[in-house]
């Protein structure tokens, strides 16, 4: 039994900053690799973030010098920092976990998503 619960999602004018975050809990021996994807209407779901254990990040090209992927691996929590953000990020936003469970093994978790809207 593991679950990600989200937060940090809301309305935020063109140029803001919100900052997301994404805990894990239940049965856990270790978690992995971390990530955030986004989907907007009518859109693919994609990946915007992600970001190992060790602290290696990667990040999508439209996230490249705005987000920030960081963790904090005694929580089980990951976060996104998104600054100078533009309509274009308005989203729902998921966070997504590759989780090695106590008794079940690998588990591949998904948050249900935070709403991110970016308008003035």
């Known amino acids: 039994q593991v679950q990600l619960v989200e937060s940090g999602g809301g309305l935020v004018q063109p140029g803001g900053s919100l900052r997301l975050s994404c805990a894990a809990s239940?049965?856990?021996?270790?978690?992995?690799?971390m990530g955030w994807y986004r989907q907007a209407p009518g859109k693919q779901r994609e990946l915007v973030a992600a970001i190992t254990s060790g602290g290696s990040a990667n990040y999508a090209d439209s996230a490249k010098g705005r987000f920030t992927i960081s963790r904090d691996n005694a929580k089980n929590t990951v976060y996104l920092q998104m600054n100078r953000l533009k309509p274009e990020d308005t989203a729902v936003y998921y966070c997504n976990a590759d989780i090695r469970t106590l008794v079940v093994g690998g588990l591949d978790a998904w948050g249900q998503g935070t709403l991110v809207t970016v308008s003035s």
């Open positions: 239940g049965s856990i021996f270790r978690v992995n690799v």
